[in-house]
């Protein structure tokens, strides 16, 4: 993925300090453990010394006006590289699953995030993290987006490699919706709805924009939100260096795009770039 790097939590001044003054309001973490070995159960998820509770705490203080939110899953931090807990056959124990989940959620809101954000896909588990927020006594005080209609895509590669999350055996096909899914899709964004959550997304962006309307006009009332994932990244700056166009004005078609089919709020890898397209004017 041309231009993304992994960054540790002492040098999140350099990395966030010019973007900030740029015009960059809020930033979502994905942990990265390195010093400590995986478990399967994912217990690294949220160890107090580990690089997601540590992270918020830094951006707290360094920028305070910055608002934080942390991807909620297990994948990243299990030997395994499932997003939830396992019987013994392989297969998702979703009961445990989303306690855990729940207590992860918990742990990096009282460490100070302003939103979770549960990635895992586990049946439940949005009503299980609303009630331990509220039972952490942080009812109304953190936001909860939900990966509501979040797809078993190809267009992840990048990120799993990146942050070393693939899974050591099978895939994430039965639990993650299948591409065909819409009508899977358009019950998981009611349901989440009801299950108390704050924004609903969908996952990935481009390939899913019909999704992304079916949102607008399911929960017309509610923030909706979609990613434009690693694989999307990756194809945009593909085209872009084989001639196909110019990176800018592929992007910005694509977010454009997002923006007319009903997303409020979208997540890219290319923010650092559309602050700085954002204040410059394109040429003749």
């Not at 994905?30 to 580990?50: E, M």
């Not at 924009?209 to 006009?217: K, N, S, V």
């Not at 454009?256 to 997540?267: F, K, N, Y």
Request: aromatic share 8%; net charge negative.
């Amino acid at each position: 993925m041309p231009n993304q790097y992994r960054w540790g939590v002492h040098r999140l001044s350099e990395l966030l300090g010019p973007l900030v003054e740029r015009g960059l309001a809020s930033v979502i973490l994905f942990g990265v453990p390195t010093l400590k070995k995986k478990d399967d159960v994912g217990t690294l998820a949220d160890d107090v010394d580990g690089p997601v509770i540590q992270a918020i705490r830094k951006i707290r203080d360094l920028f305070p006006t910055l608002y934080v939110a942390a991807d909620v899953c297990l994948c990243e931090y299990t030997s395994h590289g499932h997003c939830g807990i396992l019987h013994e056959d392989g297969s998702i124990n979703n009961t445990l699953s989303i306690e855990r989940l729940k207590d992860v959620a918990v742990a990096y809101a009282k460490a100070g995030a302003h939103c979770v954000a549960p990635s895992d896909m586990m049946d439940g588990r949005i009503a299980s993290i609303r009630r331990g927020l509220d039972a952490a006594g942080l009812a109304g005080r953190v936001t909860l987006m939900a990966y509501s209609a979040k797809f078993a895509s190809a267009m992840y590669g990048p990120f799993r490699e990146a942050v070393d999350s693939a899974p050591a055996f099978g895939d994430r096909r039965c639990y993650q919706l299948p591409p065909h899914a819409r009508g899977m899709a358009r019950r998981a964004i009611v349901r989440d709805a009801q299950e108390g959550a704050d924004i609903l997304m969908v996952k990935p962006a481009g390939p899913y924009l019909d999704i992304l309307a079916d949102a607008r006009e399911l929960v017309p009332d509610y923030p909706r939100a979609c990613y434009q994932v690693s694989g999307e990244y990756a194809v945009l700056h593909a085209a872009a260096n084989a001639g196909v166009g110019d990176l800018r004005a592929l992007v910005e078609e694509s977010v454009t795009s997002m923006l007319r089919a009903g997303a409020t709020l979208i997540l890219t890898y290319f923010t650092p770039d559309l602050l700085t397209w954002l204040d410059t004017p394109h040429g003749p």
